[in-house]
């Protein structure tokens, strides 16, 4: 299962709830469509989204059975789980984040492997965070984080498991 957003403050009288969620995969999947959603309180449920409207930076969902503040509130910080084979094929230049997750750092000019992994990609406003940790537990750091952008990271290989790492030297620095 993909995280593709979270269920945000409720919205209106009628029961509709915010969806916060980065980039178009989930408005881009046919309605009605069945989700996973793990509450606060532990469980698993599943439920079922209606309707997807585009409001400001955030969407709005009409969720099957929800048709009250009072209902819809108990979905809210819930994650938005659905299957991976749902979403959309990536293009060459794109990726799931998830897809990540296990990858070996590299330099990008030499390609030479620089003992650390990718462990977690951490959601931040600004942009994601790639945290990196040690494939030997004699190296140190034992972790390092990495802004996901351009000036720091370059392609990916996911078929040889590997992320290209630019100026990774300063990052022993900080």
Sequence with gaps: MIQVGTFGATHGIKGSIKI???GDALSQLKLPLMIDVPLQSGANKKVKILSLSKNGNHLLAKVEGYDTPEAVVLLRNAPILIPKDLLPKATASEIYVVDLIGLSAVKKLSGEDLG???????DNPAHPILRFVTKNNDMEPKEILVP??????GD???SLKQIEVISWELWFEV
Excluded: G, M, Q, R
């Design 20 to 22: 916060n969620t980065s």
């Design 116 to 122: 650390y992994f990718i462990a977690e990609v951490i």
């Design 148 to 153: 996901f952008l351009n000036l720091y990271v």
């Design 156 to 158: 990916w290989d996911l």
